[in-house]
Nanobody, 116 residues
């Protein structure tokens, strides 16, 4: 089973960019879909983007055109490139592996704060 650890969060001004990373421990990273979620203060966790094991991508409407999800199986790492950041993107971001619809363990997340 694979576990993922997020990194790359920080404080950025509105309109700026950040790239989050999601490093896997364990084997078989390539067979897992990778999903990014986020949770803002006082709100429920919401889905952001998915990249399948085959490389297909899907995005929430709120981030479409601004965020790009990708993966490097050789490095066992997933990425979330976030551009044109807005204050409403402020949240803790999580990545989670999924195999045939079954989620793996959630990590600690990485904080993204966008100042307006």
């Amino acid at each position: 089973q694979v576990q993922l650890e997020e990194s790359g969060g920080g404080l950025v001004q509105a309109g700026g960019s950040l790239r989050l990373s999601c490093a896997a421990s364990g084997n078989m990273f390539s067979i897992y879909d990778v999903l990014w979620y986020r949770q803002a203060p006082g709100k429920q966790r919401e889905w952001v983007a998915t990249i399948t094991s085959g490389g297909s991508t899907n995005y929430a409407d709120s981030v479409k055109g601004r965020f790009t999800i990708s993966r490097d199986n050789a490095k066992k790492t997933g990425y979330l490139q976030m551009n044109s950041l807005k204050a409403e993107d402020t949240a803790v971001y999580y990545c989670v592996p999924s195999n045939r619809g079954r989620f793996g363990s959630w990590g600690q997340g990485t904080q993204v704060t966008v100042s307006s």
